[in-house]
């Protein structure tokens, strides 16, 4: 029986994906908004404004497109505009 040794660098896993943004929403619906974007998969707000903006990074699973994670916000009622402002890929 042989044994074979498969080194770091062959191994390559797909590219993690951080997102900055800033979220706008109706400033009567902040509180529900909030709620939403927490429940999203590696969502985080670091910052909010009574005014009805909030700052948010989002950490995807390797393989996800970024504009997923973005439309995913986008469509949470409440949510007027979402800016991505930062981006890192560990590629």
């Not at 770091?8 to 994906?17: C, I, R």
């Not at 908004?33 to 699973?61: F, M, N, W």
């Amino acid at each position: 029986m042989s044994a074979q040794v498969i080194q770091a660098e062959q191994v390559q896993e797909p590219p993690l994906n951080i997102l900055g943004l800033v979220v706008r929403c109706v400033p009567d619906q902040i509180g529900p908004v909030r709620q939403s974007i927490c429940a999203l998969r590696g969502a985080e707000i670091h910052a909010e404004d009574p005014a009805g903006k909030l700052v948010v990074t989002l950490e995807q699973l390797p393989g996800e497109p970024p504009i997923k994670a973005i439309d995913q916000i986008e469509r949470i009622s409440g949510v007027v505009s979402t800016s991505l402002v930062y981006h890192f890929c560990d590629a």
